[in-house]
């Protein structure tokens, strides 16, 4: 009797559980979707795919749809609140309907089966997916970029008289369109169209408030002077400044000169002018720029800081006495110089009229001044060099160079703390070899003759002077003696 009721009791146990499997798998593969299921809200559970779209047509028909809106946000900041259907974003109930027909219809049995008896005893809500109309949504996106783009803004330091101003730098902003569109093309497609988040790129300036705060006062300018009336080197000279100008130097950094003016070609602005090579003058692109080189290395020296590389010239220039001038080549020649301080260093420049100066700002040592001495020795005789001229007059002359004695130049650099001399550092010595003055003149002897006669002949006799260039231009020239030479202290 008691086996009859186990087997019994079995029975009424897994007939139902078989029943109830049967009755699933014959479910599945029915076309009804899964009772307790929502779109969006509206319930189509129980309901077949085309009962379920017109369920859902009727509700989020167009008119109904266009009304709904979405926040666009930015750092958890509302920018803008648009309709969906400004933005051309439209319902996917052919989606819609998909998804809810794979609501316990999974390739797991149990999985399946879980899923079908949750929707059935509490429901599954799912979103309503949407599709994006890019072209639209571009067009309004654009739109949002033009007020939220911001252009960076470099933090500058300016110079009102001899004090200094510094004015804030600001991060800009860019709006990336085309990453944004896909951001929310996926989301719009997952039924996410409450909140559509903005893909903005922050950028950061290459110079900033704090790498600039230190600098406080000018602690080495330079003035030389040009002709504005040769109006091509003038314009080289302008350009090559403004290419130095706002060139920040953070501490222990060494620049290039080539490097930040660049090549000296017509594409990048460049014009033919006058320039010296190996002692000759001729004319190419850049003519004028070692006068920017040079102007930049005085004021360097006098700011107390490290010369890495520096080339001078074949022969003296007119606007910077010998041993204080640099010649730049891009590709061979540079100037280089480093910033040997724990505070940034910012260069400017500034053209006016004939006038050419280089200042650099830095944080002041207080009680700390540089002086640049130089001791000059010249040599050499003051010779002509006569050149038949066949395309001249007879008699006829044209000096087409002047010439020059020949120099031998130390330069040293004295760091002066409250009036007592605690460094002193030989920067140079250079040697510039007399150049004869160049004559052109007609073929007659007696010319020759006449002109080699009145060329007026110099002592053979070497002469030394002193020139101390104190602070930042004031200048003391002392003639000496031969044979009572001072010592430099």
Excluded at 76 to 82: D, G, L, N, P
């Amino acid at each position: 009797m008691q086996r009859w009721f186990l087997v019994g009791a079995l029975i009424g146990v897994f007939v139902p559980i078989v029943g109830g499997g049967l009755t699933f798998q014959l479910w599945q593969r029915s076309n009804v979707l899964a009772f307790g299921i929502h779109v969006q809200g509206v319930n189509i559970g129980g309901t077949k795919p085309d009962q379920a779209r017109q369920i859902l047509e009727r509700v989020f028909n167009s008119e109904t749809f266009s009304r709904i809106t979405a926040g666009v946000f930015w750092k958890e900041r509302a920018i803008k609140r648009v309709r969906l259907s400004e933005l051309g974003v439209k319902p996917d109930i052919e989606k819609a309907v998909k998804e809810a027909l794979q609501i316990g219809r999974r390739k797991s049995f149990r999985e399946s089966l879980v899923e079908f008896v949750r929707a059935w005893q509490g429901g599954v809500h799912l979103p309503m997916p949407c599709r994006l109309d890019e072209k639209t949504a571009a067009q309004i996106l654009k739109q949002i970029a033009k007020s939220l783009n911001r252009p960076v803004r470099q933090a500058l330091v300016e110079l009102v008289g001899d004090k200094v101003h510094i004015i804030p730098s600001n991060n800009g902003l860019v709006v990336k369109v085309d990453e944004t569109l896909n951001l929310w093309r996926e989301r719009l497609s997952r039924g996410q169209w409450e909140t559509l988040p903005l893909i903005v790129f922050e950028v950061k300036p290459e110079v900033s408030t704090e790498d600039v705060a230190s600098i406080d006062s000018i602690i080495g300018r330079a003035t030389t002077t040009f002709r504005t009336s040769d109006r091509n080197r003038t314009h080289n000279i302008r350009l090559a400044a403004a290419r130095l100008d706002r060139v920040l130097i953070r501490p222990k950094e060494t620049i290039s000169f080539n490097e930040i003016v660049g090549p000296r070609t017509p594409k990048r602005g460049f014009k033919m002018a006058r320039i010296l090579v190996r002692g000759q003058f001729t004319e190419d692109f850049g003519g004028g720029v070692c006068q920017v080189s040079g102007t930049l290395y005085l004021a360097a020296l006098r700011a107390g800081m490290e010369i890495v590389q520096r080339h001078r010239h074949s022969r003296p220039v007119e606007y910077l006495p010998p041993g204080l001038d640099v010649t730049v080549n891009f590709g061979s020649l540079d100037l280089k110089i480093r910033n040997p301080y724990d505070a940034p260093i910012y260069l400017r420049t500034f053209v006016k009229g004939g006038r050419l100066t280089v200042l650099v700002l830095g944080k002041r040592e207080k009680g700390v001044i540089y002086k640049i001495v130089r001791t000059v020795e010249k040599f050499g005789t003051s010779e002509v060099k006569p050149i038949p001229d066949q395309n001249s007059s007879q008699g006829m002359t044209k000096v087409t160079d002047k010439g020059s004695k020949g120099y031998r130049v130390t330069i040293w650099r004295l760091r002066v703390e409250n009036g007592i001399v605690t460094k002193r550092e030989r920067i140079s010595s250079d040697i510039y070899l007399p150049r004869p003055k160049v004559v052109r003149i007609g073929m007659q002897r007696a010319t020759l003759d006449t002109i080699s006669s009145q060329t007026p002949q110099t002592s053979q006799n070497p002469q030394t002077s002193l020139v101390t260039e104190i602070g930042n231009g004031q200048r003391l020239q002392e003639q000496m003696q031969q044979g009572n030479e001072q010592k430099l202290p």
